[in-house]
C-alpha cells in the first residue's frame, strides 16, 4: 500500500496563477483532510471531506476551493495564487477506527512570487 | 473551543540527556490524543496514541506519554535522546462530538547536539 500520495511535492508559482494539488489515499478512508504547515503555526486546517460527496470548511478556507472526486481522491485548488499562501500543504486521511488516526502524506511545498 | 497548548517552542539538549515535552489540552470530554513526530524533510507521522485503556502509552523509538486526566496533560517523554530524534513533535487532540478533528498544538522544535 502506498498510503497516502500528493502531487507535486514541489511547486513555484506567479501570483495570480492557479494549479490543483492532488491527494490519493489507498486506505480506503472516508474521511481526507488539507492542511497548511507554516512556522511556529503548527498544522491549519483548509477543508476536510468527512466522507464521497460531502467538503466542509476548517480553519483557514480562504483562497481555496476542494473537490472530492471519489472515495480515493481529494483535490486543492488555488484559483488565483497569493504569496501568503507560501507554504507546505499536506493532505491527510482517516478511517473509523476507534481513535481516527490521520495519516498523512509527503507534502507540497509551494512558493508563491 | 478545543486548544492544544505546547510549552517550549524550542528545545535544545545533548545526546543521553532525558527528554520530556509539555502538553496540555482544553477539552472537558473524552479526547483522543496524539504525538506525531516530523523529521527534517519529512511528513508526519504518528509517534503514539491514546484513546483509552493504560494512561502510559508506549510509542515508537522508545518515547512514551502518559495521559493525566486531572492536569488535562499528555506529556512526551524518552529517558535518553539520541541525536536522530532531532525534529519537530506535535501534540494533538481529537473529540467525539468534533467529528474527530485534530486540534493542534504549535509543535516544539528539538535539537539534539552530538
Known amino acids: 500500500n502506498a498510503g497516502v500520495t500528493q502531487t507535486p511535492k514541489f511547486q513555484v508559482l506567479k501570483t495570480g496563477q492557479s494549479m490543483t494539488l492532488q491527494c490519493a489515499q489507498d486506505m480506503n478512508h472516508n474521511s481526507m483532510y488539507w492542511y497548511r504547515q507554516d512556522p511556529g503555526m503548527g498544522l491549519r486546517l483548509i477543508y476536510y471531506s468527512a466522507s464521497e460527496g460531502t467538503t466542509d470548511k476548517g480553519e483557514v478556507p480562504n483562497g481555496y476551493n476542494v473537490s472530492r472526486l471519489n472515495k480515493r481522491e481529494f483535490s486543492l485548488r488555488l484559483e488565483s495564487a497569493a504569496p501568503s499562501q507560501t507554504s507546505v500543504y499536506f493532505c491527510a486521511s482517516s478511517g473509523t477506527e476507534v481513535s481516527y488516526e490521520q495519516y498523512f502524506g509527503p507534502g507540497t511545498r509551494l512558493t508563491v512570487t | 473551543a478545543q486548544s492544544v497548548s505546547q510549552h517550549n517552542h524550542h528545545v535544545i539538549l545533548s545526546e543521553a540527556a532525558s527528554l520530556e515535552l509539555g502538553c496540555n489540552y482544553s477539552?472537558?470530554?473524552?479526547?483522543?490524543l496524539f504525538w506525531y513526530v516530523q523529521y527534517p524533510g519529512q511528513h508526519l507521522q504518528l509517534l503514539l496514541k491514546?484513546?483509552?485503556?493504560d494512561p502510559l502509552v508506549k510509542g515508537i523509538k522508545g518515547f512514551e506519554a502518559e495521559f493525566i486526566k486531572s492536569k488535562f496533560s499528555f506529556n512526551l517523554r524518552k529517558p535518553s535522546v539520541q541525536w536522530s530524534d532531532t525534529a519537530e513533535y506535535f501534540c494533538?487532540?481529537?473529540?467525539?462530538?468534533?467529528?474527530?478533528?485534530?486540534?493542534w498544538g504549535a509543535g516544539t522544535k528539538l535539537i539534539i547536539k552530538p
Open positions: 491514546y484513546f483509552s485503556g
Open positions: 494533538a487532540v481529537n473529540a467525539q462530538d468534533s467529528n474527530y478533528q485534530l486540534i
Open positions: 477539552y472537558g470530554g473524552t479526547v483522543n
